[in-house]
């Protein structure tokens, strides 16, 4: 234990003498791979239309890939490509991004447009698996089908957190759901547990570790409801992470995008490096808690915060085994330092 305690109170000192995240070591947050691809198709189980963005690689190194499946669901009259960007960034991490294209019609609320649903999460599962085997796909042989991850925004991040809790409530879920096993993690910007739901419910999330991004600026759903959606996640780890200077469209192309509802508030963060950001968030916290990645779980639960000027973390991990309680103990007043410098900074 005392040579932990050395090395631990070393890399502290080092940590507050340099202003740096000493323990973040040579990690880079950058994306993967430099290029992505998509393509447009049909979800044959389901008849929604859909862009699916993937990494471009090498014939002789794809054989050897398998990215997860990330389904993202869309906000209410939101258009499918005005998340490309997004998309297309959260693929270069190494994943195989979904979008899919759902209209639907609720005569008791007024409303027919594009609009998200639960059933999407097991047609899409479903249709991936076949084409990971259809030799004419350019997916084939590339997925790792045991391996599910869920994105969203405003109401799809709603239907998100309605399915991970295995409630089907209308109009967010119409029949039957059943929660499929391959989902590992998930991560939802600019959403609550009461839009769609009209009502607040304890999301019993089990194991599926829960990132919920949202904009201090958001005027369609305001952070305090993302907080108490946030309290409402039942287990560790859960993640809420504030991208300073965005508001509620900070994840889509442009700002209040044609047909959506307007957020009366502008944003101060660029919409390229909004995009960039929740994009970054998202993917790291997949990739660490969906791939057991320890490089992309260090960013997202020590350094990522301190590092990053645009966010600011809220997190709840498991606890800390006993045995290594010293070292936790300095490795979070380390970072409460560090956190200190960065708002001292900002204030400055």
Not at 47 to 56: K, L, T, W
Not at 60 to 85: C, H, M, N, W
Not at 93 to 113: D, K, Q
Not at 132 to 152: H, M
Request: hydrophobic share 40%; proline share 6%; net charge negative.
């Amino acid at each position: 234990m005392n040579k932990y305690f050395l090395l631990l109170a070393g890399s502290t000192l080092l940590y507050l003498v340099n202003g740096e995240a000493a323990l973040a070591g040579d990690f880079s947050p950058s994306p993967l791979f430099p290029t992505v691809n998509n393509y447009h198709t049909t979800v044959t189980t389901n008849g929604d239309s859909a862009d699916i963005y993937f990494p471009s690689v090498a014939n002789s190194v794809s054989s050897q890939q398998k990215y997860p499946i990330a389904l993202f669901l869309p906000g209410s009259r939101v258009d499918t490509l005005q998340y490309s960007q997004y998309a297309s960034i959260v693929a270069s991490y190494g994943f195989t991004v979904v979008v899919p294209r759902r209209i639907r019609s609720l005569p008791a609320f007024g409303f027919t447009g594009l609009l998200p649903e639960a059933s999407q999460i097991n047609d899409v599962l479903t249709f991936m698996v076949a084409e990971n085997s259809n030799l004419n796909s350019p997916l084939a042989g590339t997925l790792d089908t045991s391996n599910l991850v869920l994105l969203g925004h405003s109401f799809g991040g709603s239907v998100g957190l309605t399915a991970i809790d295995n409630s089907c409530i209308y109009p967010v879920c119409e029949g039957q759901f059943q929660l499929p096993e391959q989902l590992r993690a998930a991560a939802f910007f600019g959403t609550s547990i009461n839009v769609g739901t009209g009502q607040f419910i304890p999301i019993n999330n089990g194991e599926i570790p829960i990132a919920l991004l949202h904009g201090n600026l958001d005027g369609s759903i305001p952070i305090g409801l993302a907080q108490e959606s946030y309290n409402l996640i039942q287990e560790p780890p859960k993640a809420l992470i504030t991208i300073n200077g965005a508001n509620h469209y900070g994840i889509t192309n442009v700002n209040n995008p044609a047909a959506a509802r307007l957020d009366p508030n502008n944003p101060t963060l660029s919409q390229n490096e909004s995009i960039e950001t929740i994009a970054r968030w998202s993917a790291l916290f997949l990739r660490g808690y969906a791939l057991n990645d320890q490089d992309a779980l260090g960013y997202i639960n020590n350094s990522g915060d301190a590092l990053d000027q645009n966010v600011t973390v809220s997190l709840q991990t498991k606890a800390v085994p006993e045995t290594n309680s010293i070292l936790g103990l300095f490795s979070t007043f380390a970072l409460a330092i560090f956190r200190w410098r960065k708002v001292w900074k900002k204030q400055q």
